[in-house]
């Protein structure tokens, strides 16, 4: 396993074959070398993770992947993956004024909607920084506060980049390569709530313990002793 820049080995990345049902998975030792033991005859896709990686060691190396022609009974030796080069996303998320801890940043990039999203967890103190973001121009970063009104019994709405409500609204944010793209922040507002109580086929008997969604997840609530729910942190719209 090598750095981007294809000869430094990297030790602590998470390699997996993907053969099937069963998808051994390993950790780069010290020199960069990897075993993977009891992976199935064929083609298997060899994927190399970076998130852990990137988390503890502060850097923003991109996944690699590879396959490899297993055969019973023989190593498939020389099964090499160089990690790719991405930059990052930092900011802040705030509402009222203070730092929200446990808003969920994610940035997908609105041109390519195969590519996976890398998302992160604000701090206590509200920031944040998305990892190994590949090079991109046109990134929808979108700030859910779910765990967070959960969490902290709030009732934040979500938006995207830039105070935005609805995803068409967007303002794309651009990603290069080696790079920290800043000050991507938010600042929350509290939205508004939908409540009631679910009763059992009577009509009258009210039923603790349901779980109720809004139908695109935007919110989600479990009903009291008293049937009661309140889906909070809404954005004006109607739902479902």
């Known amino acids: 396993m090598y750095e981007p820049d294809g000869a430094t080995e990297v030790a602590g990345i998470t390699v997996t074959a993907f053969s099937g049902i069963f998808s051994p998975t390993t950790v ?5 070398t990897y075993l993977l033991r009891g992976v199935a005859e064929g083609m298997p896709t060899v994927v190399a993770r970076t998130v852990e990686y990137n988390a503890v060691n502060d850097t923003d190396y991109i996944d690699g992947m590879t396959s490899a022609m297993v055969v019973a009974g023989a190593e498939a030796s020389g099964t090499n993956i160089t990690l ?46 998305l990892r190994g973001v ?3 121009m046109d990134y929808r970063v979108f700030f859910s506060a779910i765990v967070h009104n959960t969490l902290y019994d709030a009732g934040y709405a979500s938006e995207y980049y830039d105070n935005a409500r609805l995803p ?3 303002t794309p944010v651009a990603v290069v390569s080696g790079a920290t793209t800043d000050l991507i922040d938010a600042s929350l507002e509290v939205g508004g709530s939908i409540s009631g109580t679910v009763y059992a086929a009577d009509g009258t008997t009210p039923l603790a313990g349901i779980s109720v969604r809004e139908v695109m997840g935007a919110a989600s609530d479990v009903t009291d002793s008293n049937g009661q729910y309140t889906l909070g942190g809404l954005n004006a719209s109607s739902y479902r």
């Open 84 to 129: 790719g080069q991405g930059g990052r996303i930092e900011g802040t998320v705030t509402g009222g004024g203070l730092g929200l801890a446990g808003v969920q940043v994610s940035a997908q990039d609105a041109a390519n909607w195969m590519a996976p999203s890398v998302s992160a967890s604000t701090a206590g103190d509200g920031t944040y920084v």
């Open 168 to 170: 068409g609204d967007y």
């Open 134 to 136: 590949p090079a991109g």
């Open 28 to 32: 780069t030792l010290p020199d960069g």
